[in-house]
């Protein structure tokens, strides 16, 4: 069995930084995709940012230039450091990885609260 596990949400002011990980543990073959997404109260969840183990990323075009996604493959690890926060960057935010046997698996959710 394949767990993802998140760490380090909390609370920041507009302009602070937060650095989320997510760490997978359990029987892992290989993990293709990585990724974090987002959910404020009353919205869809949304991809935040996502990362191939060859390295390639993609972003949410509102956090283009504020966000960065990397990844640690063996450690099967994936970071997002979030720089700039904003008031509406607001939500629980999930990590979501993908694994070749146990397919799309996502971890508990994190609390981001960016508020002055």
């Known amino acids: 069995q394949v767990q993802l596990v998140e760490s380090g949400g909390g609370s920041v002011q507009p302009g602070g930084s937060l650095r989320l990980s997510c760490a997978a543990s359990g029987v892992i073959f290989s993990i293709n995709i990585m990724g974090w997404y987002r959910q404020a109260p009353g919205k869809e969840r949304e991809l935040v940012a996502a990362?191939?183990?060859?390295?390639?990323?993609n972003y949410a075009n509102s956090v283009k230039g504020r966000f960065t996604i990397s990844r640690d493959n063996a450690k099967n690890t994936v970071y997002l450091q979030m720089n700039s926060l904003k008031p509406e960057d607001t939500a629980v935010y999930y990590c979501?990885?993908?694994?070749?046997?146990?397919?799309?698996?996502w971890g508990q959710g994190t609390q981001v609260t960016v508020s002055s």
């Open positions: 979501n990885a993908n694994e070749y046997f146990a397919g799309d698996l």
């Open positions: 990362i191939t183990s060859g390295g390639s990323t």
